[in-house]
């Protein structure tokens, strides 16, 4: 069972060059969503500080003008609540355009009683929102000391800030945005080449786990590996720090698209870049 938490629409502002939303306002829009969902039932120990994840799936395009439906619920595993989804529909057709996952502390979740009046649905009848090239697990610090890419420098400013103080889901995912370029440039994908080919970087899944709560004003640093390259997809960690704590790590998936078709296209012999350095990481 789902409840409508957000009905909503993509606005012109929210499309990126690809022509569609960018994955940053798809975080904002599931984060207004959860906050929504959590003040209407008896979910007082899910705040944003025992959040442990946030895993999104893009299913579909969301275009400029799109009506934006999201519905939300408990999860629950084996009996007991083991988080919170959305789904978010285009609602003048009922597709589904992407899902989120949200994870929280074990002792968060041991407060909720689910009782009959909460939305809830099992694990298992939401596949949708199930992992698919990543682990449900918070990201931890790598053992490994291969090579990462300085991507992504930048300040962070009130208007990043909830009312509660805490840092917007759609500001670390900005920070991931932002140094795309930069790390798919350090990959072998140049700006010049997907212009030149009419070609676009695109996110299909992504995990931001949390880690230490900065403050407005702070300086913040990104450093991009790549982990695993496929005959299409690859997957990057960035891990977001400032002052030398780590306040996030985003986890990745990605491809490359053909802006006409709008498939995804075979990554080139350019990318060889990517699987050396995945290579690096590994070691």
């Known amino acids: 069972m789902h409840h409508v938490t957000l009905l909503t629409s993509v606005n012109t502002w929210e499309c990126d060059e690809n022509a569609h939303m960018n994955v940053q306002f798809y975080f904002a829009k599931f984060d207004d969503a959860n906050r929504i969902f959590c003040s209407q039932f008896p979910l007082s120990s899910l705040t944003r500080d025992n959040r442990l ?98 991507t992504y420098n930048g300040i962070l400013h009130p208007r990043d800030f909830a009312a509660d103080g805490a840092l917007l889901d759609r500001a670390y995912v900005s920070c991931f945005t932002d140094g795309a370029p930069h790390s798919w440039s350090a990959g072998g994908i140049t700006p010049a080449f997907l212009n030149s080919n009419n070609f676009g970087r695109v996110a299909v899944e992504l995990k931001l786990t949390y880690g230490a709560t900065p403050e407005p004003g702070a300086v913040v640093n990104m450093m991009t590996a790549f ?39 075979a990554l080139p012999m350019e990318a060889d870049r990517m699987r050396q350095l995945a290579a690096s990481y590994q070691t």
Request: hydrophobic share 40%; with cysteine.
């Open 53 to 150: 994840t946030r895993h999104v799936r893009y299913h579909r395009e969301a275009h400029a003008a799109a009506m934006i439906e999201i519905r939300s619920a408990l999860v629950v595993q084996e009996g007991r609540p083991a988080g919170i989804c959305h789904l978010m529909s285009n609602a003048a057709d009922k597709t589904l355009m992407a899902t989120a996952l949200d994870t929280y502390r074990l002792d968060a979740l041991a407060q909720i009683s689910a009782g009959p009046d909460l939305p809830a649905i099992d694990w298992s009848e939401v596949t949708e929102v199930h992992p698919r090239g990543l682990v449900v697990s918070p990201a931890t610090p790598s053992a490994t000391s291969g090579h990462q890419t300085p």
């Open 227 to 265: 982990q695993n390259v496929g005959k299409t997809t690859f997957t990057v960690r960035h891990t977001l720090t400032s002052a030398g704590e780590i306040i996030a790590y985003g986890d990745l998936v990605s491809l490359m698209m053909d802006l006409e078709l709008r498939k995804a296209v």
